[in-house]
C-alpha cells in the first residue's frame, strides 16, 4: 500500500490549507481511513476519520475547523483545515484507521506561524 500525502505548508493563524492523500495498492471504497498528525516532542494522534460509508469524527481539538472528506473514483481523502492556530503545526498523516494501519507513508509538514 503506498500513501502519499501533499499539500502542506507555512500558512498565518486563522488560515486555511487543504490537505490531500492518494492511496494505492488496497481497496479504498472499503478502507476507514484517517488524518493523523505528530507534533515535534509529541505522539502522532488521529486528527479526523471518515468510513467507508462515509461518517466521520473528530478529535475535539479539530472539531469545527476541520473538514475530512474523500474521493473512492480518485483514491483519495482530503482534509480542509480552517481557522488554523500554531498548535496545529505538525506533520500530517493519512492512514488506515484501527485495527491497524498500514505502513506509514511521507507526511506533509503543516507550519501555523505568523
Known amino acids: 500500500v503506498q500513501l502519499q500525502a501533499f499539500g502542506g505548508g507555512l500558512v498565518q493563524p486563522g488560515g486555511s490549507l487543504r490537505l490531500s492523500c492518494a492511496v494505492s495498492?488496497?481497496?479504498?471504497?472499503?478502507?476507514?481511513m484517517g488524518w493523523y498528525r505528530q507534533a515535534p516532542g509529541k505522539q502522532r494522534e488521529l486528527v479526523a476519520r471518515?468510513?467507508?460509508?462515509?461518517?466521520?469524527n473528530y478529535a475535539d481539538s479539530v472539531k469545527g475547523r476541520f473538514t475530512i472528506s474523500r474521493d473512492n473514483a480518485k483514491n483519495t481523502v482530503y482534509l480542509q483545515m480552517n481557522s488554523l492556530k500554531p498548535e496545529d503545526t505538525a506533520v500530517y498523516y493519512c492512514?488506515?484507521?484501527?485495527?491497524?494501519?498500514?505502513?506509514w507513508g511521507q507526511g506533509t509538514l503543516v507550519t501555523v506561524s505568523s
Open positions: 492512514n488506515r484507521v484501527a485495527p491497524t494501519t498500514f505502513a
Open positions: 495498492g488496497t481497496i479504498f471504497r472499503l478502507t476507514d
Open positions: 471518515i468510513n467507508s460509508d462515509f461518517r466521520t
